[in-house]
């Protein structure tokens, strides 16, 4: 397998996607054929805008079909489907060639059903991972997902791994319910969608507002990321400010879906990888978090001269603070987030 040589940047969710290509490209046979009778049905896996703020829903939430019927996710952002009640964990350490490792979970990472598979209780579709020279956007369009809901009549749930609280239902109906039409469902997925980046655009406003870029005492307050019901913002609010030598800044995660990393400074040659993939001895694939995820510093130091700050996985909730005592022009980002920058600016304690 050359594949094992790919290093793969962008999100960290962006891993494998060699792999998962070979999987389906084995595996499928895209010869799903159903009785002329049998609609399908499209659910939309999020949305994500060009300015960080993503719905993190699928639309509809529900959908009805009968029994036979297909529901395909169209991927509109980066997600997964898995029909279980509840998220898998994204990172599990498991025993490779005798080691304990911190590893996404292959779980996640890897498809165990195929389009046009039919469903099966905690089968999960992988992640929509770019090949080498492909583009997030070009991976989630060829991304695709479907299952034949050959099954009796009932409620069967399903989650998004990577998103806690992004969660769908598929019900299936006996022949003689009536049920609203592919079209129709379409277009109350859309609906859904675009009310929550509504909520997730005035929430951004409200965030500009909330956290300016000055120390209110002698800490600055940073948002790592925003959060409105089922709506992320991916970004810093603020994203740049103006401290005082000797002042804080505290980063705090909001509650929600997404974690973030503090890393400073830039990287010189481009965005680092934040997995890598790696085969086993036993030829097994592994999907590992690089050295960007792996936190060198506890919240709270100072900021070292050289500026080397690694603060590992923020979950929601989180905070971490650094504090800055010599002047200058920190820039810094999220490693688990392409686009995601912030810079604090710091002067002499003695100006302003
Ligand atoms: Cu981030």
Not at 114 to 129: C, E, F, I, R
Not at 209 to 223: C, H, N
């Amino acid at each position: 397998m050359h594949a094992i040589r790919f290093r793969l940047v962008l999100n960290p969710l962006v891993i494998g996607g060699l792999l998962i290509v070979v999987l389906i490209g084995l595996a499928s046979s895209h010869n799903a054929v159903h009785a002329a009778t049998h609609a399908t049905y499209t659910v939309i896996a999020g949305t994500d805008t060009p300015y960080g703020l993503g719905a993190m829903a699928f639309g509809p939430q529900t959908v009805k079909v009968h029994r036979g019927d297909t529901v395909t996710w169209q991927f509109m952002g980066f997600h997964n489907v898995h029909f279980a009640q509840k998220p898998a964990d994204l990172v599990v350490v498991s025993q490779i060639d005798g080691k304990p490792v911190p590893e996404f979970n292959p779980a996640i990472a890897f498809p165990s059903m195929k389009p046009g598979d039919v469903y099966k209780a905690d089968a999960s579709s992988g992640v929509p991972l770019p090949e080498p020279g492909q583009s997030p956007e070009a991976a989630l369009a060829a991304f695709t997902v479907s299952v034949v809901m050959d099954v009796e009549p009932g409620t069967y749930g399903y989650v998004c791994d990577l998103h806690p609280g992004m969660v769908g239902s598929i019900v299936v109906v006996d022949d003689k319910t009536q049920i609203p039409s592919p079209a129709e469902v379409a277009k109350t997925g859309k609906a859904e969608l675009e009310a929550i980046i509504a909520a997730g655009d005035k929430a951004y406003m409200d965030l500009l507002r909330k956290f300016p870029p000055q120390a209110q005492g002698d800490t600055l307050q940073v948002s790592a990321g925003g959060q409105e019901g089922v709506a992320a913002i991916i970004r810093f609010f603020p994203e740049s400010a103006t401290i005082l030598a000797g002042q804080s800044v505290t980063w705090t995660v909001p509650k929600g879906f997404e974690p973030h990393t503090i890393n400073l400074p830039l990287p010189k040659d481009g965005r680092p990888s934040e997995f890598a993939f790696m085969m086993d001895s036993n030829k097994r694939p592994h999907v590992l978090p690089t050295d960007v995820l792996t936190a060198n510093a506890k919240s709270g130091a100072e900021v070292s001269p050289d500026g080397n700050i690694k603060s590992g996985f923020l979950l929601p909730g989180q905070g971490f603070t650094l504090r800055f005592t010599k002047p200058g022009s920190y820039p810094y980002f999220c490693a688990l987030h392409p686009n995601m920058f912030g810079t604090i600016v710091v002067l002499p304690a003695e100006q302003k």
